[in-house]
């Protein structure tokens, strides 16, 4: 991790698109840059959609924004982090009604996950019950935490996060706001993965844009031993000068 790494936009034009697509489901998802690449938009109604920023970092905070700009549907938006492959991660979604899909129900609100496959083939080891679900724990996928209180996104409404993953080892932090109003404010602990890449997420929803993403990697500890080493070298010098 490079010495005094700071938060600034992330340019998104290298970013991995993934779907995970099941037989029997909606497709692929399609996600759209805008001009900038500070911001994209994932335009189609699809199975688990994904963009990842192909950065496998052990603790950093994230900030940004997301706003579901139609009146259609009101499926699944969110954001993974702890990245390993398309089997391993963990997942926050927001569902803005309850609805049943393939034989599970997706209560309306916020729900932190973790999916944890056999083979790291998220076709494989993995479902669309596995993803609609946010009750209970069903297959691969555990629930962290939820937040089911009548708490569904609305519709052309901005939305901002932040996420601190790992800061303090096993610890997930993740704070959802509208304007200045806190929406959730929840800490997790969880030691499943300590380390990995950081992307957009959305199920069966279409219109979903996301912008002005910042990310700050934290130094790892021998980093900051490296610098107070340096940091004592440079003031034993200055003393025998």
């Not at 998104?12 to 759209?32: C, D, E, F, I």
Request: no cysteine; aromatic share 14%.
């Amino acid at each position: 991790m490079p010495l005094g790494a700071y938060a600034a936009p992330i340019d998104l034009s290298s970013g991995t698109r993934l779907t995970l697509n099941y037989p029997g489901g909606q497709g692929a998802g399609s996600w759209v840059l805008e001009p900038g690449n500070t911001a994209v938009k994932q335009i189609i109604n699809a199975d688990p959609s994904f963009f990842l920023n192909n950065q496998n970092t052990a603790s950093y905070s994230v900030d940004g924004s997301w706003e579901v700009t139609t009146t259609s549907d009101d499926d699944y938006m969110g954001f993974v982090f702890g990245y390993q492959n398309s089997s391993n991660f963990y997942l926050f979604d927001w569902k803005q009604g309850t609805q049943g899909y393939v034989g599970r129900t997706a209560t309306e609100g916020m729900t932190i996950k973790e999916f944890h496959g056999a083979t790291g083939d998220g076709l494989a080891d993995l479902s669309l019950e596995e993803f609609w679900e946010n009750s209970a724990n069903f297959g691969d996928m555990e629930i962290l935490a939820t937040n089911h209180t009548g708490n569904g996104w609305n519709d052309n409404v901005l939305y901002n996060f932040h996420l601190d993953f790992n800061l303090i080892p096993g610890e997930i932090h993740i704070v959802v706001k509208q304007g200045v109003t806190e929406l959730w404010n929840v800490t997790v602990n969880d030691t499943t993965f300590s380390a990995g890449q950081f992307g957009f997420y959305n199920n069966s929803q279409q219109a979903v844009r996301y912008a002005g993403f910042e990310i700050t990697p934290v130094p790892e500890p021998e980093t900051y031993t490296m610098l107070l080493a340096g940091l004592g070298l440079l003031g034993f010098m200055a003393r025998r000068r």
